[in-house]
């Protein structure tokens, strides 16, 4: 829509990103510096680009109508080759910088279901290519990313919402058959206060410690660490606070770049109100709490719900700039990826306790301490009781009252929970709220118009992580737990189902017996 002016076919115009600050801008040019050279100073996600209106469209419902001036009020079509180039889902055109962008930068919830494509024939690979690009301008809610092995990926809202763009992508972007994998569902890994199962505790003979404290020697140094779960608070706070977080760490990184700035992040003066937001957020645990200080990262991808704090003595010389570098980068490879099925860490504080020099001839290989302490990381996390966090919908039903036990039967079937229930008011039907894990929803729909042979309608929404209470590397220990569930307990442990699921797509070790009960054959002489 143009709010204001008018635009003739061939003028040229900027094209301001979601992120543009008019303000900055206006800071440079007001100093002096030439326009070009102002646009060139900003963030690459800031800067304003230089286009030509090559066409414009008057929408008419189906039709199209090719005018040469538009005035303001009215809504219009515009075809622009540099502008399909940018690659923005929404911005703001305008012929002056001075404008502010009219576009609010809101956070949505990132997508959760992916399917991997390609196309039937390989011929057709720029095509698709192609078609993806289009599709990720037209639909704001979906998602384009090309893994390193080639493969593209493509992330919506849903099941529907991937079959929508599937759609899409054949008849109208692409015009290719393509080929697309299975649904795919990200999970997330956390721990919980408890012990864990008895393969992970600590070697009773050893000295004592406290839980999730892990010592180990790698390069001539000996390295402690220590592991602790957030409190649920400080874990959200940290979600509520992820772009602050991103912006911090990005200042940080450019400090550091030229040798300035502390270790710290959240030490400077310009980051109270932040870090007294989370020692807030911590203080029932008074330990995390006076530690905030003293935090080195966040993760995963620098702003992520998990933290590493500097927790070494003052007197302690050994902790040098690449030390801490090494131990920064394996922080972030093990929280992007925990040890149950390789999926990112949440609510996770890892403390490095102490660092001291054992050998000083022995030398210490970055690459060899980046992996061996991501591994540490990992273990540590394993001394606590390991947990699944599922993606889940909010399910509004609307169904009639004789079919009130078949949606019951449905949702439990699916492990979902129901929180509520009620009736319409001046009619017969009933409004039922429930919550349903995403990866038990795909099919969810026609399986309750089946049962209820449609007297029942869903809707489902994104609405947030719910922690799965189950240990997946629980087994019946007591004599009663094994009379009910035998030795192995497999249908019981839904959250070892969904660890071997996701290890199996994954392709990582899954640790299970080929043949369970083999007999010996027995030959027969004729």
């Known amino acids: 829509r143009l709010f204001s002016g ?21 800071k440079l040019l007001n100093d002096g510096i030439d326009e070009a050279e102002a646009i060139e100073k900003l963030p690459s996600s800031q800067r304003p680009q230089k286009v030509f209106a090559d066409n414009l469209y008057l929408m008419g419902g189906r039709d199209l109508l090719a005018i040469s001036k538009v005035l303001s009020g009215n809504v219009f079509g515009l075809h622009s080759v540099g502008l399909s180039k940018i690659g923005l889902k929404t911005a703001t055109i305008t012929t002056d910088l001075r404008c502010p962008s009219l576009v609010r930068h809101i956070k949505s919830n990132p997508p ?68 697309a994998s299975l649904p795919i569902v990200r999970f ?12 992970f505790l600590p070697d009773p003979k050893g000295p004592p410690m406290p839980q999730g404290t892990l010592t180990f020697n790698i390069g001539g140094l000996k390295v402690t660490l220590r592991s602790a779960p957030l409190p649920e608070e400080g874990t959200r706070f940290l979600e509520d606070k992820t772009g602050p977080i991103s912006r911090l760490m990005q200042s940080q990184a450019r400090e550091a770049a030229k040798r300035k700035g502390s270790r710290y992040p959240l030490a400077t003066e310009s980051c109270q109100a932040l870090l007294f937001g989370l020692q807030k957020s911590c203080s029932r645990r008074k330990e995390l709490s006076d530690s905030c200080e003293r935090i080195v990262a966040f993760g995963p991808k620098r702003c992520g719900p998990n933290i590493l704090i500097d927790g070494t003595p003052p007197t302690c010389g050994n902790a040098t700039d690449d030390v801490w570098r090494s131990i920064t980068s394996g922080f972030e490879m093990a929280v992007s990826a925990g040890p149950l099925c390789q999926e990112p860490m949440v609510g996770l504080s890892f403390t490095v306790v102490d660092i001291i020099q054992e050998n000083s001839d022995q030398p210490c290989v970055p690459g060899q301490f980046v992996s061996s302490i991501r591994d540490a990381f990992r273990h540590s996390f394993l001394l606590w009781s390991p947990r699944l966090v599922l993606a889940t919908y909010a399910c509004e039903i609307q169904a009639s009252a004789p079919v009130i036990g078949r949606v019951y039967e449905v949702i439990a079937q699916r492990r979902g929970q129901v929180l509520s229930d009620e009736m ?15 990866v038990e929803s795909f099919g969810f729909s026609e399986q309750l118009r089946k049962r209820t042979s449609g007297g029942a309608t869903p809707q489902l929404s994104f609405h947030g992580w719910r922690l799965l209470d189950v240990d997946p590397f629980w087994t019946p220990q007591t004599e009663e737990e094994l009379e009910d569930l035998g030795t192995k307990a497999d249908r019981e442990n839904v959250a070892k189902i969904y ?6 797509r994954k392709g990582l070790a899954l640790q299970t017996k080929i043949v369970q009960d083999a007999e010996k054959q027995r030959t027969l002489r004729k």
Do not use: W, Y
């Not at 660890?499 to 199996?504: H, L, S, Y």
């Open 112 to 179: 959760i279901v992916n399917k991997a494509l390609e196309p039937r024939f390989l011929v057709d690979l720029s095509k698709l290519t192609k078609g993806l690009k289009l599709l990720n301008q037209v639909d704001p809610a979906v998602r384009i990313c090309t893994q390193e092995s080639g493969e593209h990926v493509l992330m919506g809202a849903g099941e529907l919402h991937l079959e929508r763009c599937l759609k899409d992508l054949e008849e109208r972007f692409a015009q290719i058959p393509i080929q």
């Open 6 to 26: 008018s635009l003739r076919r061939g003028q040229e115009f900027f094209v301001l990103p979601p992120k543009f600050d008019h303000q900055r801008l206006a």
């Open 424 to 438: 319409v008011d001046g009619s017969t039907f009933f409004t039922i709220r429930a919550q349903i894990p995403v």
């Open 188 to 199: 997330r890994e956390t721990v919980v206060d408890e012990l864990p199962q008895p393969q």
């Open 499 to 504: 660890m071997m699921q996701v290890r199996q």
